[in-house]
C-alpha cells in the first residue's frame, strides 16, 4: 500500500508521480507543474501522475481501490507530453502477458493548462496479448486548457488498441472549459457516457451530429453527454431545464363556439395568463 500526499514535484521529466502494479493506494493534494523539456521516451515522458498495469509475463490485475484526488497540476507541458494524469493498462509482447487496469478513482484534482492531455484513459496490447480497462471512476474534477479534458484510446499506432469495459467507466460530474480541442475525445469504437458534466456553457457540448448549437467544450464521436450541468455550480441539469419548460407550457385547449351578443357579460370571460397559443 501507498499514500504520495502533500508534495510538490517541478519539472520532473518522465513522471511526477508514478504507481505501476499496485493496489490500495492514495494520491493526495500534491502539487505537480509540467515538465519544460524531455529528455527521452517522448509520446509516452511527459507525465504528471501515472496509475499502470504493465504485464510482461502471466496475467496481471492492478488499480484496485487506488484514488487520485486533491490534486493540482499546472503549467505548460513540453512538447510531445503524454498528459497531466495517464490511467495505462499496457501488455507487452514478451512471454504470455494479459494487463487489467481496474478499480482506480480520479476525484476532485484541478487540471489546468497543461497544453497536452488533462486525463489520458488507455489500454496498450502488444504482441496480441490482451490489455483492459474497467471500473474507472472519473468525477468532480476541473479540466480546463489542456488539449482534450479526458482522452479514451490508445492513439500511438505502433500497437494495437485494447478492450474498454464501458459499463463500468463513469465520467461525471466533472467541469470541462476552454479545452482548445475537446472536452472528451473518445478513439474507441466503443460508446462511452459522459452525461452529467459541465460543458463550460448552458448549452452543452458541442457535436456537429447530436448538438450543434451547443457552445461549450467539444465531444467526439461516441459520446453520450444529455443531460449536462447548465450551470458551473452543477445545480441544475438539461433534463431539469426541460421539464420545467414542459409543465410551464403544458397545452391548454379551449373549445370554439358561437356566442349571440347577448353571451357577453362580464362574469363569461376567463383571463389565461403565462400560455403560450399557436394559430
Known amino acids: 500500500d501507498w499514500l504520495v500526499q502533500g508534495n510538490i514535484v517541478e519539472n520532473a521529466d518522465y513522471a511526477g508521480i508514478e504507481l505501476t502494479n499496485v493496489t490500495n493506494s492514495r494520491v493526495l493534494d500534491n502539487e505537480i507543474t ?101 471500473g474507472l471512476t472519473i468525477t468532480g474534477n476541473t479540466l480546463s486548457g489542456n488539449t482534450a479534458g479526458i482522452e479514451i484510446g490508445y492513439a500511438g499506432g505502433a500497437h494495437a488498441d485494447g478492450t474498454y469495459d464501458a459499463g463500468t467507466l463513469t465520467i461525471e460530474t466533472n467541469k470541462f472549459d476552454g479545452n482548445t480541442n475537446f472536452g472528451v475525445r473518445n478513439l474507441t469504437g466503443t460508446l462511452i457516457n459522459a452525461a452529467n458534466n459541465w460543458w463550460g456553457d448552458a448549452t452543452g457540448p458541442m457535436n456537429a451530429a447530436t448538438n450543434l448549437s451547443g457552445l461549450g467544450n467539444s465531444v467526439s464521436d461516441n459520446v453520450t453527454f444529455d443531460p449536462w450541468y447548465t450551470d458551473a455550480e452543477k445545480t441544475t441539469t438539461s433534463a431539469d431545464v426541460a421539464a420545467a419548460k414542459t409543465t410551464a407550457h403544458d397545452a391548454l385547449t379551449v373549445a370554439l363556439a358561437t356566442y349571440s351578443e347577448g353571451d357577453y357579460s362580464a362574469e363569461n370571460w376567463t383571463t389565461l395568463n403565462g400560455f403560450k397559443t399557436t394559430g
Open 34 to 134: 509540467g515538465p519544460a523539456s524531455i529528455a527521452n521516451d517522448p509520446g509516452d515522458a511527459g507525465v504528471g501522475i501515472e496509475i499502470a498495469t504493465r504485464a510482461h509475463f502471466g496475467t496481471l490485475v492492478a488499480g484496485t481501490d487506488i484514488t487520485v484526488s486533491g490534486n493540482e497540476i499546472t503549467g505548460t507541458f513540453a512538447a510531445d507530453s503524454r498528459t497531466a494524469i495517464n490511467l495505462l493498462s499496457r501488455a507487452y509482447d514478451s512471454g504470455s502477458s494479459d494487463a487489467t487496469l481496474s478499480g482506480v478513482t480520479v476525484s476532485g484534482n484541478t487540471i489546468t493548462g497543461s497544453g497536452t492531455r488533462g486525463v489520458n484513459i488507455v489500454a496498450e496490447s502488444r504482441g496480441g496479448h490482451l490489455s483492459t480497462v474497467s
